[in-house]
T-cell receptor, first 110, second 113 residues
Framework: KNQVEQSPQSLIILEGKNCTLQ??????????LRWYKQDTGRGPVSLTI?????NTKSNGRYTATLDADTKQSSLHITASQLSDSASYIC?????????FGQGTTLQVKP | DGGITQSPKYLFRKEGQNVTLSCEQN?????MYWYRQDPGQGLRLIYY???????QKGDIAEGYSVSREKKESFPLTVTSAQKNPTAFYLC????????????FGQGTRLTVV
C-alpha cells in the first residue's frame, strides 16, 4: 500500500534555532515529492518539489533533501522565525495522484 | 488574480441535511480534487476529476457526491449518508495528474450541529 509517514508528529523550537523534519515513503511508482506548508485554517502552499534525480533543493531558509534509494526525504529549516509555525506536509506523487503524509506541526516560540 | 476559491469558509449543517461546498478555479486546470482533513491525520482524497464530465472516487467517497459540468467548477455535496461529516475540506487543482503542482483553496470548515 502506498504510504507516506512523517516524523516527528509535533515539534517545538525556539526562534532562531534550526530543525529537521523527516518523511519516509513507500509509494510506487515514484514521480515526485513535495513539501507543503499549511497555516492553521488555510490551504497548503508548496515549498519545494523534487523529482527522482534531485538530491537537494532550497527555497530560502527551507532546504529539502531526497534519497530515492532509501525512500526518505527531509526538510531543514534554518534560523527559524515565528512565522514558520505551521504544519509541514510531505506529499508523494505516483504520477496519477498525490499521497499525503499526516504532517508535522511545528511551533516556534520566542 | 488567478487562483482557486472555496466557499463558504465556515458552514454549519443540521443532521440529516445535504450541503454543497463550492470550488472554483480560474487557472485553466484540467484536474480538480477534494480532500478531507481531520485533526492529526493527513489529507484523504474524496473525489477527483481529470476532465470535464468525468470524475473518480478517491479513498473515502462514501457519503459524498460531485459533479464536473464545467472546467472551472467542482462542487462537493456532503449527503446525509456521511456519518461523520464534521471536518475541514480542501479543494485543489492541477494542470494534469499527479506530476504537476497542486494549488489549494483556503478550505471550508463544515460543522454538523
Amino acid at each position: 500500500k502506498n504510504q507516506v509517514e512523517q516524523s516527528p508528529q509535533s515539534l517545538i523550537i525556539l526562534e532562531g534555532k534550526n530543525c529537521t523534519l523527516q518523511c519516509n515513503y513507500t509509494v510506487s511508482p515514484f514521480s515526485n515529492l513535495r513539501w507543503y506548508k499549511q497555516d492553521t485554517g488555510r490551504g497548503p502552499v508548496s515549498l519545494t518539489i523534487m523529482t527522482f534525480s534531485e538530491n537537494t533543493k532550497s527555497n530560502g531558509r527551507y532546504t529539502a533533501t531526497l534519497d530515492a534509494d532509501t525512500k526518505q526525504s527531509s526538510l531543514h529549516i534554518t534560523a527559524s522565525q515565528l512565522s514558520d509555525s505551521a504544519s509541514y506536509i510531505c506529499v508523494v506523487s505516483d504520477s496519477r495522484k498525490l499521497i499525503f503524509g499526516q504532517g508535522t506541526t511545528l511551533q516556534v516560540k520566542p | 488574480d488567478g487562483g482557486i476559491t472555496q466557499s463558504p469558509k465556515y458552514l454549519f449543517r443540521k443532521e440529516g441535511q445535504n450541503v454543497t461546498l463550492s470550488c472554483e478555479q480560474n487557472l485553466n486546470h484540467d484536474a480538480m480534487y477534494w480532500y478531507r482533513q481531520d485533526p492529526g491525520q493527513g489529507l484523504r482524497l474524496i473525489y477527483y476529476s481529470q476532465i470535464v464530465n468525468d470524475f473518480q472516487k478517491g479513498d473515502i467517497a462514501e457519503g459524498y457526491s460531485v459533479s464536473r459540468e464545467k472546467k472551472e467548477s467542482f462542487p462537493l455535496t456532503v449527503t446525509s449518508a456521511q456519518k461523520n461529516p464534521t471536518a475541514f475540506y480542501l479543494c485543489a487543482s492541477s494542470s494534469t495528474g499527479g506530476d504537476t503542482e497542486a494549488f489549494f483553496g483556503q478550505g471550508t470548515r463544515l460543522t454538523v450541529v
